[in-house]
């Protein structure tokens, strides 16, 4: 018993590479809602979006800010152990790098940093309650609490959705072929 395939010609006849075909099958037109602006993606970001990414890279900013005093203050030697000192400063290190690229990202129109920049703002949420409740620094906790609101509101406004949702429209051909 053989067993085999055949790629049918259709299939490619319309590129005119048939090679790459079956990876990339043309561009597909689409047709946006009246009123949507149109243009390259980054080129028309929202204004609440760059503000969220902005923010965002502020927040990032800030835990880099904290690793490289939590490291200072390991190279003199203060209280902590030397591995927790400098164990610690490389978490803020690497989480506020990532929180900082996460926000460039989202600033410049890049849709995929909006889940960076959403997850971080939950996982802050915990740290705001906690700084209101048992730490004892209402400041501060009021202060983060309102970024993080602040954040989460841009990145879930009107013109943000609008603008995420772009790449999920319909086009005029797959309704015809349904």
Do not use: C
Not at 25 to 31: A, E, K, M, N
């Amino acid at each position: 018993m053989a067993l085999g395939f055949t790629i049918s010609k259709a299939r490619t006849d319309h590129h005119p590479s048939a090679r790459g075909a079956l990876l990339y099958p043309g561009p597909v037109p689409i047709t946006l809602p009246e009123g949507m602006p149109t243009g390259l993606p980054g080129g028309d970001v929202p204004a609440p979006i760059r503000w969220a990414g902005l923010l965002v890279a502020l927040e990032g900013s800030a835990a880099v800010g904290v690793a490289v005093v939590l490291l200072v203050r390991s190279l003199l030697g203060h209280e902590q152990g030397a591995a927790n000192g400098y164990g610690t400063a490389l978490w803020f290190l690497v989480l506020g790098g990532a929180v900082v690229t996460g926000g460039v990202a989202l600033a410049l129109g890049r849709r995929w940093a909006r889940a960076i920049a959403v997850v971080a703002q939950l996982l802050l949420l915990p740290v705001v309650w906690s700084l209101l409740t048992d730490s004892q620094q209402p400041l501060w906790g009021s202060l983060l609490g309102v970024v993080v609101v602040a954040i989460l509101v841009l990145l879930f406004s009107p013109p943000a959705s609008q603008w995420l949702a772009r790449d999920y429209i319909a086009t005029d051909d797959e309704d015809q072929q349904d």
